[in-house]
């Protein structure tokens, strides 16, 4: 099918899946002038930030919370050079409540900087010196970032971006390059606070995929401070969906190609090259060949790897074998009368309830809530989604899968009921989804989500590049710098968009 000819546009592009990656960067691409064809094997675009219904209630798959829609932020800038409205949001605050094992109260995320800061004196006495270094490597890696740094660098013009991102602000965070949380803890007489550790264990691991122990400084230092003004987490009017709707919106009416429900089986490269793009109609079952100029993969590298076939750098493919087993998420959406819903409840929730074991071990639940009015249930009911880490093998290697699936769907009701009133008649609809859900419907390696962990050796200057070893292949989401989150993947998507128009015109 060579049914979209280039005509007058710049270069042809295929874009291998319409996530918030993919979409952004196939919307920005179509904005300045190129032809772009995304394709998608799910039946609804947005993958891991997607919403589905069922009866009358409306569940964001994955992500519920969203960063950089603040003036300067990234999604609000995408948005304006796409010159369509960004969605209607509410700020979250606090971004997130914290109950730490056998407490209470909880630790509440304030998005006030002066309010947070008495939170958390108040809760772990004794930390400020730790936090303060948190915020001035926060400030200076903020402003780094705003200059779209190029990371890792891996062609002279890349580091020429990064160069220039460079400011005598940055230099202070260069010492802290090397190190992780617990250092910096240690550093400060802090390694044996349990509980701020657990803590920071809890937020940590939502953004880096890892314990603050492994964590990078300079990562958590964004992790940590990005819920308070000027910048904050919000609550999307709607769904999730509304973020991918508009931007498959400018991407179509800049005359770019969506087809959903299309699988892309293989990545062709010639001489080095990538020049086509193995696309399968799922309804027809028509095989072809797409050429393209460029071909950028939103896919996680392990896929990517998996798209190259036999093409793939040897190097490149040990790289990605050695990487330690990433997370997957156990989700469990609920429909509930608002009876449920204890009075006041903030809208992000998190709980740990034993801390003896790493957190990732189906231990913690991060759990987010529908306010009235927001567009996911109908009047007088609301929808809670409450998610953890798991590894996804043993989902892989069971022989009574929906066994497994029913045990983890009562044990996370069950420790729900601890704090919502969870029984039959408050109860309107249960759904769960594995690590298997995940592969099928967002076809991620193994049902792998969020990245490929902020250690040392895989965040920033030593991640994956965007920049594959393959020429005119670009890597876009979640497995590169900044790492996951809709804010993250367009930033990723963003820097491959400079990339190619670079590029192009060199
Ligand atoms: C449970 C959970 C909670 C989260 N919470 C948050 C949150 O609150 N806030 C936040 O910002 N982030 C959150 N995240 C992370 C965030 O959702 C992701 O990091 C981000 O959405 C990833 O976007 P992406 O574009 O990289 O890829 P994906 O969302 O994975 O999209 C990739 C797309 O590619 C398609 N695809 C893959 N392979 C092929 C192929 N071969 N052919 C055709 N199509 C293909 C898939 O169908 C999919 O649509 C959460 C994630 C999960 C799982």
């Avoid at 770019?256 to 990545?267: D, K």
């Avoid at 919502?420 to 193994?446: D, S």
Wanted: hydrophobic content about 40%; proline content about 6%.
């Amino acid at each position: 099918m060579s049914s979209h000819p280039l005509g007058n546009k710049k270069s042809r592009i295929i874009v291998i899946g319409a996530g918030i990656g993919g979409l952004t960067a196939g919307a920005l691409l179509a904005r300045r002038g190129h032809s772009v064809l995304i394709v998608d094997q799910a039946l609804v675009p947005g993958g891991c930030a997607s919403s589905f219904r069922r009866q009358d209630f409306i569940f964001d798959v994955g992500a519920t919370q969203v960063a950089g829609l603040e003036p300067g932020g990234i999604h609000h800038r995408i948005f304006s050079e796409l010159d369509i409205d960004l969605p209607q949001a509410t700020l979250c605050d606090p971004a997130c409540a914290v109950y730490l094992p056998g407490e209470t109260t909880p630790v509440n995320v304030w998005s006030e900087p002066q309010k947070w800061q008495q939170e958390r004196q108040r809760q772990f006495p004794g930390s400020e010196p730790f936090w303060q270094l948190i915020a001035a490597l926060f400030q200076a890696s903020w402003e780094f970032q705003k200059r779209n740094p190029v990371l890792p660098p891996r062609h002279l013009w890349d580091f020429l971006q990064l160069m220039k991102a460079i400011r005598p602000d940055t230099l202070i965070t260069i010492p802290y390059t090397l190190l992780t949380v617990g250092d910096a803890l240690r550093i400060y007489g802090l390694a044996k606070d349990r509980r701020l550790r657990t803590f920071l264990d809890l937020q940590l691991k939502l953004y880096s995929q890892v314990s603050a122990q492994e964590t990078a400084l300079l990562y958590a230092a964004t992790a940590l401070s990005i819920s308070q003004k000027p910048q904050g987490l919000f609550h999307l009017q709607g769904s999730m969906q509304v973020l991918s709707d508009r931007l498959v919106q400018a991407l179509k009416r800049d005359g770019g190609q969506l087809l959903m429900r299309h699988t892309a089986e293989q990545i062709q490269v010639e001489n080095g090259k990538a020049t086509a793009v193995v696309i399968r109609d799922q309804k027809t079952k028509k095989v072809w060949i797409e050429p393209a100029d460029q071909v950028i993969a939103n896919v996680t590298v392990q896929n990517l790897v998996q798209l190259l076939g036999d093409k793939v750098p040897r190097g490149y493919k040990r790289r990605v074998q050695k990487l330690p087993t990433p997370s997957s998420a156990f989700v469990v959406y609920l429909g509930v009368d608002e009876s449920a819903i204890p009075a006041q409840c903030p809208p992000h929730l998190q709980f740990l309830y034993d801390a003896s074991g790493p957190i990732g071990e189906n231990n913690s639940l991060f759990v987010s809530v529908s306010r009235p009015g927001d567009g996911r249930a109908p009047t007088k009911k609301a929808t809670i989604i409450a998610s953890s880490f798991v590894d996804p093998h043993q989902w892989w290697c069971t022989e009574d899968y929906q066994g497994l699936k029913k045990k983890y769907t009562e044990d996370a009701i069950a420790r729900l009921a601890q704090f919502f009133y969870l029984k039959p008649e408050t109860i309107i609809h249960v759904e769960a989804a594995t690590p298997r859900t995940f592969a099928r419907y967002t076809a991620r390696y193994q049902g792998i989500v969020g990245g490929i962990g902020q250690r040392i050796s895989t965040f920033g200057p030593f991640g994956f590049a965007n920049r594959t070893p393959i020429k005119h292949l670009w890597l876009v989401g979640d497995s590169t710098h900044p790492g996951e989150g809709t804010a993250g993947v367009s930033y990723s998507a963003l820097t491959v968009v400079r990339q190619i128009e670079a590029q192009l015109y060199s």
